[in-house]
């Protein structure tokens, strides 16, 4: 277990496959952008429930792994060069794994650039905003008696959804015939919004008769229905 001892996450959460890259996660709609990664590219690893509702993100193990408290995390014993590297941040993962296995990204430089701005435009818009109507429509939120936030983030998921739905018009997928990381950074994302925050009528999904299109393709793929359950707090 050399490679994983330079890491105190490795302690609280030891490794049964020390050889396999480690994700310390929770399938949220940012964790499973790496367990559907990971499913999908096929590289080994092994997953840690990190229970973000009893805090463990922000235990000092967590901490030193990722300052932010946040899941996912990752550590690849068998990182550039050999060396062990840890990672954190979801967009970050995504692109690193896409580099480690060669799959997911495009090879055309052009094409390329234009995948990463889609997997920040998940990062920057999407996520932020989808997570504010969760917030304010399930979670403490709703029971604020000043509905403006909630107007307000409604409005501006609205116009995200109408955004991806352009871009979806004639395209199976956002970079178009290729699977890329820009769908698997987004699908979870689009899909807790309706699912499991139940706010589909809230911002008009059924508008968005190509955004909804996609995410049947996406949700039908086995490597993304394996990716949306790890890791869960049922096991």
């Known amino acids: 277990m050399s490679e994983l001892s330079a890491f105190p996450i490795a302690q609280r959460w030891p490794a049964q496959h020390p050889a396999r890259i480690q994700l310390y996660s929770?399938?949220?709609?940012?964790?499973?952008?790496?367990?559907?990664?990971?499913?999908?590219?096929?590289?080994?690893?092994?997953a840690h429930l990190v229970d973000i509702g009893k805090d463990e993100s922000h235990l000092p193990e967590f901490l030193a792994l990722n300052p932010n408290g946040k899941i996912p995390a990752i550590i690849d014993p068998h990182g550039p060069d050999g060396r062990p590297l840890g990672l954190f941040e979801s967009g970050a993962i995504l692109l690193y794994l896409?580099?480690?296995?060669?799959?997911?990204?495009?090879?055309?430089?052009?094409?390329?650039?234009?995948t990463i701005q889609w997997v920040f435009f998940q990062m920057a818009s999407i996520g932020p905003m989808f997570g504010q109507v969760g917030f304010f429509h399930k979670y403490?939120?709703?029971?604020?008696?000043?509905?403006?936030?909630?107007?307000?983030?409604?409005?501006?998921?609205?116009?995200?959804l109408g955004v991806?739905?352009?871009?979806?018009?004639?395209?199976?997928?956002?970079?178009?015939?290729?699977?890329?990381?820009?769908?698997?950074?987004?699908?979870?994302?689009?899909?807790?919004?309706?699912?499991?925050?139940?706010?589909?009528?809230?911002?008009?999904?059924?508008?968005f008769r190509h955004v909804d299109a996609w995410l049947r393709r996406g949700l039908a793929r086995p490597a993304v229905q394996r990716g949306l359950t790890i890791p869960s707090r049922g096991g």
Do not use: C, H, Q
């Not at 929770?26 to 990971?38: E, H, Q």
């Not at 896409?98 to 234009?114: M, N, T, Y």
């Not at 403490?140 to 995200?160: C, F, W």
């Open 140 to 160: 403490a939120g709703r029971e604020y008696e000043d509905k403006r936030p909630l107007a307000r983030y409604v409005n501006e998921s609205k116009r995200l």
């Open 98 to 114: 896409a580099e480690k296995s060669g799959r997911f990204i495009p090879v055309d430089p052009v094409l390329r650039w234009e």
């Open 26 to 46: 929770l399938n949220t709609p940012n964790g499973v952008k790496v367990s559907i990664m990971l499913e999908e590219t096929g590289l080994p690893y092994e």
């Open 164 to 207: 991806l739905d352009e871009r979806l018009a004639g395209r199976e997928w956002i970079m178009g015939d290729e699977y890329t990381i820009a769908d698997i950074a987004t699908l979870g994302w689009v899909n807790n919004l309706i699912d499991w925050y139940d706010a589909g009528a809230l911002v008009e999904y059924e508008r």
